[in-house]
């Protein structure tokens, strides 16, 4: 006969430790696998934890970047275009140390 449940106390975390700690360590497998299958039995309440249009705004902008890497522009190019960026930033600091040493 199966236990009322609408009755019972909560079950605290303690209480399922000291209820496994009771059982031999030879049955932890056992236990283990028990658990499991009680666990994917039960309905999923929780919302999915990746949100699609979010997904494919993130996949947009990976897509944007790798075709940046995929450039075959010059290297020189892009290290003058550093350079200046960098005299850029470190003009009008207030700090004498520059942003980019």
Do not use: C, G, Y
């Amino acid at each position: 006969m199966a236990a009322d449940r609408s009755s019972s106390p909560p079950t605290t975390l303690d209480v399922l430790l000291h209820e496994i700690e009771a059982i031999p360590r030879e049955h932890w497998a056992e236990l283990l696998d028990t658990l499991r299958q009680f666990r994917q039995k039960i309905p999923s309440t929780t919302q999915s934890v990746v949100d699609i249009e979010q997904a494919r705004r993130n996949q947009a902008a990976i897509d944007l970047l790798e075709s940046w890497l995929d450039d075959d522009e010059d290297a020189s190019e892009h290290q003058q275009a550093w350079n200046f960026l960098k005299t850029a930033l470190d003009e009008d600091r207030l700090s004498d140390r520059p942003l980019f040493p």
